[in-house]
């Protein structure tokens, strides 16, 4: 297949990239500067422009916009760069894939869709949640409408992604290497995760899995507390994890609103539709997980 992609040099697409093209796919790359190469094509989400005959011979795109959602606080304005970043990246390549007929469009989205569960367990015929996260999910799904009478659209409801360069594991590693770490609050919160190995497996299986569509959950298939992936984390380092963090330590540093959506509660998310259409998993529990990212 021709595959083109967008937020290509984020942490999924720098691993994603070499593993299709290993796969015997031709990945086409979109850029927001000049193109310099013979693989990238420009292009202005903001303005709605994409380079002419930057679509030619496409078969599918994957979009991974968004900038970082825990970079920064969360201020009035770096809340709507977080939503813009996504909505308006989806609507471009959405029309895009209408305008051309383009057979697949596979969307970013977020496990924070659900917002906080508790104990109870949701997979894709759930409901959207409540909060930030959560509405900011609902409208970049919701932006890919374009492309869905013309277009297969596959929404990736992707967990905290575990890799070995970089992500919530590269902040958290120095500190539970210091022996800092230690779990959140109660610990009792639901943390989705899933490994960079699956979730640059599952895409490339959705890519040529022509008969899923919709959302899919992209979190490992046993779900984890925070106590659960703290203990697993320390084990992994060999690190003991004595200092639980107190919810008010975490909101003087992070905000309120921030940390309660993202560490101080969450979903209990699994990921049917990867089980059904028979997706196997590398890593099907999060020390497995953490075990093979840290080794690295």
Partial sequence: MRVMIAGASGLIGTSLIPHL?????????????????????????????????????????????????????????????????????????AAAAAAHRTPTLINASGINFYGDTQDREVDETAPVGTGFLAE???????????????????????????????????????????????????????????????????ISFLLENQDVSGPVNMVGPQPATNAEFTEALGSALRRPTPFPVPPPALKAVLGAEMARELVLTGPRAVPSVLDKAGYRFQHRTVADALTAAVGR
Avoid at 147 to 175: D, I
């Fill in 136 to 202: 900011v999910c609902r409208d970049w799904e919701a932006a890919t409408s374009a492309a869905q009478p013309t277009t297969r659209v596959v929404l990736l409801r992707t967990g905290a992604v575990l890799s070995p360069s970089g992500g919530m594991l590269g902040k958290l590693r120095p500190l539970f290497s210091l022996m800092l770490g230690g779990r959140i609050g109660s610990g009792r919160q639901y943390m989705p995760w899933i490994s960079l190995d699956d979730e640059v497996g599952a």
């Fill in 21 to 93: 093209r290993h796969g015997g796919h031709e990945v086409l790359r979109l850029v927001r500067r000049e193109s310099r190469a013979p693989d990238e094509r420009t292009w202005d989400p903001p303005a709605g422009r994409m380079q002419d005959g930057s679509m030619d011979g496409v078969d599918a795109i994957i979009n991974l916009c968004g900038v970082g959602i825990a970079d920064r606080r969360w201020s009035g304005d770096r809340k709507q760069a977080i939503k813009d970043s996504r909505v308006e990246p989806s609507e471009v390549l």
